[in-house]
């Protein structure tokens, strides 16, 4: 559909900017057995400044009893006015749960390339970024995680090249005060092997379960840090931060639901 991207009402100016014009075309597909399902979605997009076209595909499956694995893939390319972009990330993933243990083991491995082209300038970044998790459950109401992290990065610049190796080291431990209220504390360290350089970001959280499956944290970082790779899913800013967590089955959209029923007519 095409249509003013700013603008509420089509009869009244942007409050900047000029009104531009666009289209865009979705299509996706998706199959399901019994022990594996795959998925994939096209978007292609035509505005006044510029084209964008983005592909994700994905297949998720349980390999055996305990052991489920994913392999995914994202592809992203956008010509503008004043500059081009490409990305591609080929991403792995590994979940085990072993039978009457108390141990959970996640991995998530991506193999990563951007590509940003202006008119005088270009840039080529290629990553490979690993991060692996191990989850320890002691008692029914204490857990903890065990966090590494690990990328090598080559960079292209102007020309020149540039490569560093970076990790992380993350830990974290929570308490379940009720059915209702966590507590937890963790720390994070992030290592530039090239510049021997070490960030720290570490503080307590309190969580909230709203309802089955449904969790909310507050927690604050003392120090901090930014990582393209590592940061987005670990909240490693310095500060205040708001984790909210979901975990979808037949019962979730009926809690959320009720949630918003309570919240609205309260």
């Given at each position: 559909n095409g249509g003013p991207r700013e603008t509420v009402n089509p009869q009244l100016?942007?409050?900047s900017g000029d009104v531009k014009d666009y289209w865009a075309l979705s299509l996706g597909t998706g199959y399901k057995e019994q022990t594996w399902s795959w998925s994939q979605r096209a978007e292609q997009l035509w505005?006044?400044?510029?084209?964008?076209?983005?592909?994700?595909q994905g297949v998720i499956g349980q390999v055996k009893p305990r052991l489920s694995m994913s392999l995914s893939t994202a592809l992203f390319d956008q010509n503008g006015e004043t500059e081009d972009q490409f990305s591609a990330d080929v991403c792995h993933g590994l979940?085990?749960?072993?039978?009457?243990?108390?141990?959970?083991l996640l991995n998530r491995l991506d193999l990563i390339y951007d590509e940003r082209t202006r008119i005088n300038d270009e840039e080529i970044s290629q990553r490979i970024v690993n991060q692996f998790n191990a989850n320890y459950h002691p008692s029914r109401k204490l857990q903890m995680s065990f966090r590494y992290g690990c990328k090598f990065v080559v960079d292209e610049i102007g020309g020149d090249q540039y490569d560093a190796f970076t990790d992380l080291y993350g830990w974290e431990m929570r308490y379940d005060i009720n059915q209702k209220w966590d507590i937890g504390y963790r720390?994070?360290?992030?290592?530039?092997?090239?510049?021997?350089e070490i960030d720290y970001a570490t503080g307590p959280s309190i969580g909230y379960n709203l309802a089955t499956n449904i969790w909310l944290s507050l927690g604050y970082n003392v120090g901090g840090f930014y990582d393209e790779d590592f940061s987005?899913?670990?909240?490693?800013?310095?500060?205040p931060y708001l984790r909210f967590r979901i975990k979808f089955d037949q019962d979730t959209l009926d809690d959320l639901n009720a949630i918003l029923k309570s919240v609205v007519f309260k």
């Open positions: 100016p942007p409050a505005s006044d400044d510029g084209d964008r076209f983005s592909y994700v979940a085990y749960r072993p039978l009457e243990s108390d141990w959970i720390l994070l360290a992030l290592h530039g092997w090239t510049g021997h987005a899913s670990n909240y490693t800013a310095s500060g």
